[in-house]
């Protein structure tokens, strides 16, 4: 099993748990090596059987960049999100069993049952941890990657924006690009956002049981 974390906030973490319409993709930004922003991005790209993504400036016979997605057909996915740890935890890492909690559902998951104690209200005793510190333990959701693609952002048709999430059910895709811009304007002085139409890997995916062959 190929396993590999991936960072989520939470309201797509919600998105994917959904019972009805779940999130199915998630856009990635590609980022072209020693390109300078400004500069002209490719303009086509071509799959090979290698499974390596090449990428063509226009007007050019050569690829400019060679690339591999992250993620592959196959891959299970460990989803990072916002999680809560207790103080005593941290400073006792042989206290059992291991409890971690997560943003907005505020409950406990432990060894023998993951609901076995709901938390009402987060007390002094616990405390907020960004997602990427978030350990391979503490995961509740998986994902298993069954396809990947390179295009454009703008590409995006209505039934993709439902697929990464979208509600909206006459403008899915003002929704995704007003979300998109909400994480990516202050990434690279704003080199990601919508207008500038960046290359992004979609991966689609589906949610899986905990695998169970999963080992810490």
């Keep these: 099993m190929n396993a590999k974390p991936i960072l989520f906030s939470t309201p797509m ?13 998630t856009r990635r930004v590609i980022k072209f090596k020693n390109h300078v922003d400004g500069e002209t991005l490719p303009d086509r790209v071509v799959l090979g059987n290698d499974g390596i993504y090449r990428f063509y400036l226009p007007g050019a016979e050569a690829p400019m960049w060679r690339m591999k997605a992250r993620y592959q057909p196959g891959d299970i996915l460990w989803v990072r999100e916002t999680f809560f740890q207790s103080y005593e935890i941290r400073r006792n890492s042989d206290l059992e069993p291991e409890k971690w909690c997560y ?6 998951v432990t060894e023998s049952d993951p609901r076995d104690e709901i938390i009402p209200k987060l007390g002094t005793h616990w ?17 298993r990657v069954t396809d990947v693609r390179a295009e454009r952002l703008q590409d995006i048709s209505d039934a993709d924006a439902h697929a990464e999430g979208m509600e909206s059910p006459s403008y899915p895709i003002i929704q995704f690009k007003d979300l998109w811009n909400s ?10 956002v919508w207008d500038a139409n960046p290359w992004v890997w979609v991966y689609t995916f589906e949610r899986i049981e905990k695998p169970a062959d999963w080992k810490i």
Excluded: S
């Design 13 to 25: 973490v919600h998105a994917c748990m959904r019972e009805i319409d779940p999130k199915t993709q």
């Design 127 to 143: 405390e907020t941890r960004p997602a990427i510190y978030m350990p391979r333990a503490a995961a509740r959701l998986f994902l």
């Design 103 to 108: 943003e907005e559902y505020w409950y406990v």
């Design 183 to 192: 994480i990516n304007e202050k990434r690279d002085d704003g080199a990601y």
